[in-house]
Every structure is written in structure tokens, then in C-alpha cells.
């Protein structure tokens, strides 16, 4: 199993900045693919960006080139800088780790998609 835990989130006013950590634990090297999401009430969880093992990373269009995601192997640490911040922006941000994903002899990471196995309790971002 695998544990993820989000930290970082807050208030912040409309165009300032912001970084989400996530800490991973457990089978660490059992994880290929790692994503952040956002969800308010009301709403279907959205990807906002994702990174794989090999570093590849894919973002959301609504948040291309504010955010900026990352992670530190070191660490046991994903992270996303969030930058130019929209009201738009608040949502509860959750981390999602997993395996690839293999289906017809095909495996290939979820990307953008919520169909992560592992998921943290998430952390509030409000933005003003």
C-alpha cells in the first residue's frame, strides 16, 4: 500500500502563489505515475497535473504555464507551485499515486485521468 499526505494549502489573494506538498510513504517503489487533482462541491474531480516515473508531465488548460509540478525522490515528495492564482483556482487538491496501468499489453499511466488507486485527504486552497 502506499500513504499520501497533502500539505501546503491556504488562502491566498488572486494572483499570488502557492506550493502543495504531498508525501508518499509505504511501497514507494511500487509507483510509476503521480497526479494532483481539485475538486469543489458539486464537481466531478478534475486532473490538474500529472508526472510519471520517466519525468513526463501533462497539465490541465486551465492551468498551463501557472502551475508546475514536481517531484523529489529523495524526499518521498510530490509537489505543485501554483502561480498567478485564479479564484477559479479553490478546490480541495488531492495527490493520486499508482502503478502503470496495463491493458492489452499496453501500460501507460493515468495521467490526467482519476483512476489512481491511492489518494491523500486532500488540502484546501482558497483564493480571493
Known amino acids: 500500500h502506499v500513504q499520501l499526505v497533502e500539505s501546503g494549502g491556504g488562502s491566498v489573494q488572486a494572483g499570488g502563489s502557492l506550493k502543495l506538498s504531498c508525501t508518499y510513504s509505504?511501497?514507494?517503489?511500487?509507483?510509476?505515475?503521480m497526479g494532483w487533482f481539485r475538486q469543489v462541491p458539486g464537481k466531478e474531480r478534475e486532473g490538474v497535473a500529472s508526472i510519471d516515473r520517466d519525468g513526463s508531465t501533462a497539465y490541465s488548460d486551465s492551468v498551463k504555464g501557472r502551475f508546475t509540478i514536481s517531484k523529489d525522490g529523495a524526499k518521498n515528495t510530490l509537489y505543485l507551485q501554483m502561480s498567478s492564482l485564479k479564484p477559479e483556482d479553490a478546490a480541495m487538491y488531492y495527490c493520486?499515486?499508482?502503478?502503470?496501468?496495463?491493458?492489452?499489453?499496453?501500460?501507460?499511466?493515468?495521467?490526467?485521468?482519476?483512476?489512481?488507486?491511492?489518494w491523500g485527504q486532500g488540502t484546501q486552497v482558497t483564493v480571493s
Open positions: 493520486a499515486a499508482d502503478r502503470l496501468l496495463c491493458s492489452g499489453g499496453y501500460c501507460s499511466c493515468p495521467k490526467l485521468r482519476a483512476e489512481y488507486r491511492y
Open positions: 509505504g511501497y514507494t517503489s511500487f509507483i510509476d505515475c
